[in-house]
């Protein structure tokens, strides 16, 4: 009778320092055809985009022209740092010669890019924000880089992109990369959520965390306290109710996709509830929390506005914000649990009046 083979560690190790982007997704798609071949080069692209942001940020401070703001203030009102326009232009001219998408859509830009006519037009729309968390990058602490693949719906003939106000349960594949300690990038194409950490003395994303899934229930509650008086009662409620119960803890940094990183490994829940004069909240539905919806949907989590679920929520218009109360599934109910209680108890005095 023959042994059956037993790989040694150094292969087992070997193996794994060959994971890369591209081999992964050819993995799970567990096929070599065109949709395949499609998003694994758009999983490359994504991952070019951010080693070229990494390595400027990684000598940011040594560099002129890299910090500090550009004067300019973006489509949402908020002033523009010179990263975030580097960031968002690295990512036009990673995608406009590749063939893969026929627009981009940013924070950055009040419409979306659509690729010139004297170069190759694919099938996809890349949603994305460029810098998520660039009032840390001045002070060198991390930020990061949301993205989300969506499939051009119709002939998009007005140059409207109407077709991409659609649900996030459109998204054919998101993620995001974290400039931390290491940069990582994150990503589903609906088969789990798997983690790649950038080897800089490879230049190449590989494999670190296989089928991340979030706890059920963590001790982490991740919000902007400073706006305590501003949210509804319900968010109030919910936060005393996290002061007056021990195995709770708060971390927030300013910026969602570390936040979020840490909430999808070790569980916990991050929020960015509306305010009662600006009820939408802060964050962008189709490149922030959509994404991360969708993300965590993957890693056995939930992402909610309060009353729905994020990936059900039909866009109005591109720049649309949405309150995001996203995280482990029983930490984002006990959310939902305050805000109707609140709700019910708002309907009924109206009842009685
Ligand atoms: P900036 O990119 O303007 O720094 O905003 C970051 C962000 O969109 C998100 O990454 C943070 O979670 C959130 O806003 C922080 O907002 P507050 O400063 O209001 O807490």
């Not at 627009?103 to 006519?117: D, G, H, N, Q, T």
């Not at 119709?154 to 349960?169: I, K, M």
């Not at 070790?266 to 922030?288: M, S």
């Amino acid at each position: 009778m023959v042994d059956s083979y037993q790989p040694l560690d150094h292969e087992l190790a070997l193996d794994r320092d060959c994971t890369t982007l591209s081999r992964h997704v050819f993995q799970q798609l567990q096929n070599f055809g065109p949709d395949a071949q499609d998003l694994s080069a758009l999983m490359n692209r994504i991952a070019l985009a951010g080693k070229l942001v990494a390595r400027r940020l990684s000598r940011a401070g040594l560099m002129e022209g890299v910090l500090g703001f550009t004067g300019e203030v973006n489509v949402q009102g908020e002033t523009v740092k010179k990263m975030d326009v580097y960031a968002n232009e690295v990512f036009i001219s990673v995608f406009k010669q590749s063939g893969l998408v026929c627009r981009l859509a940013s924070e950055e830009m009040e419409k979306p890019y659509y690729i010139p006519e004297n170069c190759p037009i694919g099938r996809y729309t890349l949603v994305y924000d460029p810098i998520d968390g660039s009032s840390n990058i001045d002070i060198n602490i991390n930020v990061g880089s949301i993205f989300a693949i969506r499939q051009q719906q119709s002939e998009d003939l007005d140059g409207s992109a109407s077709d991409l106000l659609q649900s996030g349960r459109q998204q054919i594949a998101a993620g995001y990369i974290l400039y931390g300690p290491s940069t990582m990038l994150v990503y589903s194409i609906g088969k789990g959520v798997h983690a790649f950490t950038l080897d800089p003395s490879l230049g190449e994303f590989i494999l670190s965390n296989e089928n991340i899934q979030t706890p059920e229930h963590g001790p982490i509650y991740s919000v902007n306290e400073g706006n305590f008086w501003q949210w509804d009662e319900g968010i109030r409620d919910y936060i005393r109710y996290m002061h007056r119960h021990e195995g709770y803890t708060a971390r927030y940094s300013g910026a969602l996709v570390g936040d979020f990183h840490r909430i999808l490994f070790q569980g916990g829940v991050f929020l960015y509830p509306g305010t009662v004069k600006k009820p939408e909240g802060k964050l962008r539905l189709l490149y922030e929390s959509a994404p991360l919806a969708f993300l965590a949907e993957q890693a056995g989590g939930r992402a909610s506005t309060g009353t729905h679920d994020i990936l059900d929520v039909i866009p109005e218009k591109l720049h649309q914000r949405t309150p995001l109360i996203v995280g482990s599934r029983e930490d984002v109910a006990l959310v939902e649990s305050f805000i109707q209680e609140r709700s019910r108890e708002q309907a009924s005095v109206a009842v009685k009046a």
